[in-house]
């Protein structure tokens, strides 16, 4: 009687051990994706050969109608987009995934620590309003397009190359850290002020970009920090994509006129037909720097040592024009309009 007892303990536990490895997903769309996936469902995939999966896989390997633990970590390439999805919990045990594609549903939160080894994010057209990447240092590309996000930060990311994130509310964007990154796509993001991309890595533009992005839509867009042997190619696309407003391009990270907006000068008369004046009494203003609409740099003028100075713009056509004032302290800036 006793062995019978302890024979029904050892199933017990053994039982319990079991169930315990099933995975719980409280979105019944989740689950129900995961259940469809099958050699010809290119849903899942397993194995990793570099920078892509392997064969197609049936994650219920056991057809018990449920996904475990073990069954999870056999995938490496995870397909769920439009499946309806809201709630991604359970994903945590999917600890091998390398590519996950979880765009066109109603995500709302993305925090997943656990997958370290994500080399390829699709996020976009969900309802994030923050992405935290940090734990993934493959990371190579993401797209995160048609959201809300406000801010990521990519700066422990040092195999990044592309990202999308067009469609958001990012306020400034910095890739200076990453040392591969190469190709940007950021159109519609209303409170972008700023971008840095100086990184000693030539960027792709525009039609030599996986998704050809422009950068319109960002109407705040003042400053951008490149590499300095970029610059004519980014004057150039920024061209191309119609981009009018002023936007100093330089590349002085440190500097920028998303750095002058507490202590901006000003200039009189504005709008102008010609000469405008700056009072420079309690300035030392030696030069101003004259920029386009297109943040090309068009003339370089030295002031007089008068209190009040003057900048001739009557050789340039009408439109407007960023004016960065330079002393041995650095510098200030205003816009001013050419009639």
């Known amino acids: 009687m006793k062995t019978k007892y302890i024979f029904f303990f050892i199933l017990s536990l053994y039982s319990s051990f079991i169930n315990a490895q099933i995975i719980n997903f409280p979105d019944a769309n989740f689950k129900a994706k995961l259940l469809q996936s099958s050699p010809t469902s290119f849903i899942a995939q397993t194995g990793w050969f570099g920078t892509y999966a392997g064969q197609q896989i049936k994650i219920d390997s056991n057809s018990d109608g449920e996904i475990d633990q073990n069954e999870a970590l056999q995938v490496t390439s995870l397909s769920i987009s439009s499946t309806f999805v809201s709630d991604i919990t359970g994903l945590e045990y999917f600890t091998n995934l390398r590519v996950l594609l979880i765009s066109n549903n109603s995500v709302s939160s993305f925090y997943f620590p656990s997958l370290v080894y994500l080399y390829t994010l699709y996020i976009g057209n969900n309802q994030l309003t923050s992405l935290d990447v940090s734990n993934y240092p493959d990371l190579t590309y993401l797209i995160c ?195």
């Open 145 to 339: 397009q048609n959201n809300q996000i406000t801010s990521f930060d990519c700066s422990m990311l040092p195999k990044l190359k592309n990202v999308y994130c067009g469609h958001n509310l990012i306020s400034s964007l910095d890739f200076t850290n990453n040392p591969l990154f190469e190709d940007l796509g950021c159109e519609y993001n209303p409170n972008l002020t700023s971008i840095k991309i100086k990184n000693n890595h030539t960027q792709l533009f525009g039609s030599q970009t996986q998704l050809q992005q422009c950068w319109g839509g960002n109407p705040n867009l003042n400053h951008i920090c490149a590499d300095a042997a970029e610059i004519p190619a980014l004057q150039s696309f920024l061209t191309g994509c119609n981009i009018t407003q002023a936007i100093t391009i330089d590349s002085n990270c440190g500097l920028g006129v998303e750095g002058f907006n507490d202590s901006e000068v000003s200039v009189f008369p504005n709008p102008s037909t010609g000469v405008v004046y700056l009072d420079n009494s309690n300035n030392s203003f030696k030069t101003v720097q004259i920029y386009n609409s297109m943040g090309q740099l068009i003339s370089t003028q030295t002031l007089g040592v008068a209190a009040s100075a003057s900048i001739d713009l009557s050789s340039f056509s009408k439109g407007v024009y960023l004016l960065n004032f330079q002393d041995e302290k650095g510098g200030k800036s205003c816009k001013v309009v050419k009639d």
